[in-house]
């Protein structure tokens, strides 16, 4: 994968609290940054999916319903 760089300012601490952090991990700082920004998006990914999961188990007996009733069919039918 191609690398592209990336400037940013951060204050001394969190500066480093990151070398810290990426040397007790026996990483660079920049492998660290990666890292955190990969897990951070996945995290974000999966909080969607969990939620979208969570509002199709609420209301499968509504989209069921609507969409039996749409297609004319009972439950079960039209399906191959």
């Not at 690398?3 to 940013?8: A, E, P, S």
């Not at 897990?39 to 007996?61: I, K, L, N, P």
């Not at 989209?63 to 079960?76: I, L, M, P, Q, Y």
């Amino acid at each position: 994968m191609a690398k592209t760089q990336l400037n940013v300012r951060v204050d001394e601490d969190t500066a480093r609290a990151a070398r810290e952090r990426a040397t007790a991990r026996g990483m660079s700082v920049n492998r660290y940054i990666e890292e955190l920004v990969r897990q951070d998006a996945g995290e974000a990914g999966r909080a969607f999916v969990d939620a979208a999961a969570d509002f199709m188990r609420q209301y499968e007996s509504v989209f069921a319903e609507e969409f039996t009733e749409a297609r004319g069919t009972g439950a079960g039918e039209g399906r191959g």
